[in-house]
């Protein structure tokens, strides 16, 4: 079992990597007074049934049975998940798990950072995409008006527990999705770093091997990233943005028929093909990255996107202020900038460019 410390202003809890991990969380529980309510993936109930219920089996446990989707990652089902917490009497000493992908992480610990003001969570992330990302750093929040985690808050776990057996029945999109902000890693830290994520990527795609390493690595890299900003002040965090500004444009103007990780590769690439056209880096060093990852499936829907759709929905995001649109780019694997302004000429090319591209590796 592994066992990863972090320390934010706010709260310091540990992730813990492993396959007994849910006994050690499910006894710790019980020694714990309060209520808890488990927040649980409909899929992930029917396929792992079981296990669900050995976790929720006592008087205090009370299972919640949620059908993620970002259609349903909104206020109303918040609002639903508070009448369950009132109806039985919840209060601020008890607690919350979600076990789940990350858009039942997003939307339970949006849920524990508002009622009543803030109570405690667990996070039992599913997916691969929620055990190296969403399930740490205590972003939560919903979709609201069709434009991805408009409305949110802060809210770090009070643990996670990370059991890899979930990924066994994982179906293969979901494997892309995953990879997709594990690809984002590479870019981020130095070359040592991008070979050893290009290693794992192919073990997790062509093989589909996954290790404790491997999210363990992307975890801790996250944590010293969040603990020097947690609240993205200083805008360091913004590092762990890289393509998400175009991906939220391509999944809102695709109306989420396309997977969050599955639009961060391709969100990736296209600030690559704008790193590219400003100077950043060479036509040369573009192919040699697209041809270091191009076992990385590309959804083919971004191609067909309506680029001033893209547009509209990238001045919604968060991570822009006023009318422009500022983006994360690279240099070289750890060479990082952030709000970076661009013209919506350069965001138009590069999508065009990004089916180019991927025809000539
Ligand atoms: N809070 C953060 O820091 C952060 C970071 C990245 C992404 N996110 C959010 O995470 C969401 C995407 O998370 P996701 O990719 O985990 O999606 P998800 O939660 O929708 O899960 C994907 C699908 O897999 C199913 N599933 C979950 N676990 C399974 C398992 N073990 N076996 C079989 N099926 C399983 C779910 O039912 C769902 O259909 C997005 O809404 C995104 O905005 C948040």
Do not use: W
Request: glycine share 6%.
């Amino acid at each position: 079992m592994k066992k990863i410390n972090i320390n934010t202003q706010s709260r310091s809890y540990d992730v813990n990597i492993g396959k007994n991990v849910l006994t050690k969380m499910v006894s710790e529980l019980k020694k714990s007074d309060g209520e808890v309510l488990f927040i649980c993936d409909k899929n992930v109930y029917d396929l792992h049934r079981e296990k669900i219920i050995s976790l929720t089996d006592s008087r205090k446990h009370h299972l919640y049975l949620f059908n993620s989707s970002e259609r349903n990652k909104t206020l109303k089902s918040v609002e639903l998940i508070y009448k369950y917490l009132k109806k039985h009497n919840f209060s601020r000493t008890d607690k919350i798990v979600a076990i789940g992908g990350g858009i039942v992480g997003d939307i339970a610990g949006y849920v524990a950072a508002t009622y009543m003001r803030g109570i405690q969570y667990y996070q039992v992330p599913t997916t691969l995409l929620s055990m190296v990302d969403s399930s740490v750093g205590g972003k939560t929040g919903v979709n609201f008006l069709n434009v991805k985690n408009l409305i949110g808050s802060f809210h770090q776990p009070e643990k996670v527990y990370i059991d890899l057996a979930f990924l066994s029945t994982l179906p293969d999109r979901e494997i892309i999705s995953g990879a997709g902000e594990i690809f984002k890693y590479a870019f981020l830290s130095d070359e040592e770093n991008y070979l050893i994520i290009r290693d794992y990527l192919l073990k997790i795609l062509l093989q589909r091997k996954f290790h404790e390493n491997m999210i363990s690595r992307c975890i801790q890299f996250k944590a010293s990233v969040v603990e020097k900003d947690e609240f993205e002040k200083s805008g360091l965090r913004k590092i762990l943005n890289l393509g998400h500004t175009f991906a939220h444009g391509f999944e809102s103007a695709l109306r989420f028929k396309i997977k969050h990780g599955e639009a961060v590769i391709a969100g990736v690439f296209c600030s690559l093909i704008i790193s590219k056209k400003i100077g950043l880096i060479t036509d040369l060093e573009l192919h040699k990255f697209a041809s270091d990852f191009e076992f990385l499936p590309v959804n083919t829907k971004v191609f067909r996107v309506d680029t001033e759709n893209i547009i509209r929905y990238m001045k919604s995001d968060k991570k822009t202020s006023g009318i422009r649109i500022k983006l994360v780019l690279v240099s070289k694997p750890g060479n990082v900038f952030i709000d970076v302004e661009v013209t919506e000429k350069l965001i138009k090319e590069s999508v065009v460019e990004l089916s180019e591209l991927f025809e000539s590796v």
